[in-house]
């Protein structure tokens, strides 16, 4: 039976045997759906302060089950909010990164030449700076705020993608498909986003899974710094750095998003296990 399955179908039964990925997938389903509905189910926003119930403590049968912080907000709800934001650029950023980096990385391989050598070259420039000086660069440049944020996080995450792919097409522009399809007139752009890209997708997709948790981090770390999302609007970031504040008399304000973020993370790192895993050609 499995003979008459294509490789992708045999490589997604392989990885719905996982069950440690599985489960991941599962958990870190119910966190992203917490997040995205849980803040519609009460009647307040992260942003609105409750004077009555200032740095309340936990409390299930108030209408601050968790509690607030020093300026009456509610808890629960910013944290989940603050997950809608670092999860949606997580996972956004992932994407366009990873887009941009095997496109990028497609032509350089399939082109080869001095077109390859100087694409790779400007990415090795990119390379040369330091990670974290060039986003904060690059977030003061755009001037701050979500949008800086993100293009500053996906412009300098797209170069390992470009990097893997680019080397995966120097060996399929060589492969009789590819020359079949180039003695037959197609032209090389088609070639690249017919042939190339689509033969790149298990490498990808792996590459994809590692991805999420390096931009989530990345974001969490230059909010934390105050780069990045910054008060009212929350992020897991901005509200582990306050957390962080006030571990001496609440770690209740770090304990709830930390726990979070380090949950994402783990759920994350054994989706991308089974998918390494799943799509490894080594494998039976």
């Not at 403590?57 to 709800?77: I, K």
């Not at 390379?127 to 690059?138: A, K, M, Q, S, T």
């Not at 060589?174 to 690249?192: L, N, P, T």
Request: aromatic share 10%.
């Amino acid at each position: 039976m499995a003979r008459s399955l294509s490789t992708f179908q045999v490589q997604l039964r392989r990885f719905a045997g996982n069950r440690l990925a599985m489960l991941s997938g599962a958990v870190l389903a119910l966190i992203a759906l917490g997040c995205f509905v849980g803040p519609l189910a009460f009647p307040f926003t992260g942003e609105d302060a409750d004077f009555d119930f200032i740095s309340a403590p936990v409390d299930f049968g108030s209408p601050h089950l968790f509690g607030t912080d020093d300026y009456g907000r509610d808890l629960l709800v910013r944290v989940l909010e603050g997950g809608r934001v670092s999860l949606t650029i997580g996972f956004l950023g992932a994407v366009t990164a990873g887009l941009i980096g095997v496109l990028y990385g497609a032509v350089a391989g399939y082109a080869g030449g001095l077109t390859d050598r100087l694409m790779m070259r400007a990415v090795e420039v990119l390379y040369g700076f330091p990670y974290v000086i060039l986003v904060i660069l690059l977030s003061l440049l755009f001037g701050g705020g979500n949008v800086a944020l993100f293009a500053a996080i996906v412009f300098t995450l797209w170069l390992t993608p470009a990097v893997i792919v680019r080397a995966q097409a120097q060996s399929l522009s060589r492969r009789e498909f590819v020359e079949a399809a180039r003695a037959g007139g197609m032209r090389a752009g088609s070639i690249v986003w017919l042939h190339i890209v689509p033969n790149c997708a298990a490498v990808v997709i792996v590459y994809g899974s590692l991805l999420v948790p390096e931009v989530i981090l990345s974001e969490s770390f230059l909010s934390f710094l105050g780069i990045g999302i910054k008060e009212p609007q929350a992020s897991w970031g901005n509200l582990i750095e306050t957390g962080t504040a006030a571990m001496g008399t609440d770690l209740r304000l770090l304990l709830l998003p930390g726990t979070l973020l380090a949950l994402v993370l783990f759920c994350l790192n054994f989706i991308a296990d089974g998918l390494r895993d799943a799509f490894d050609p080594n494998e039976r």
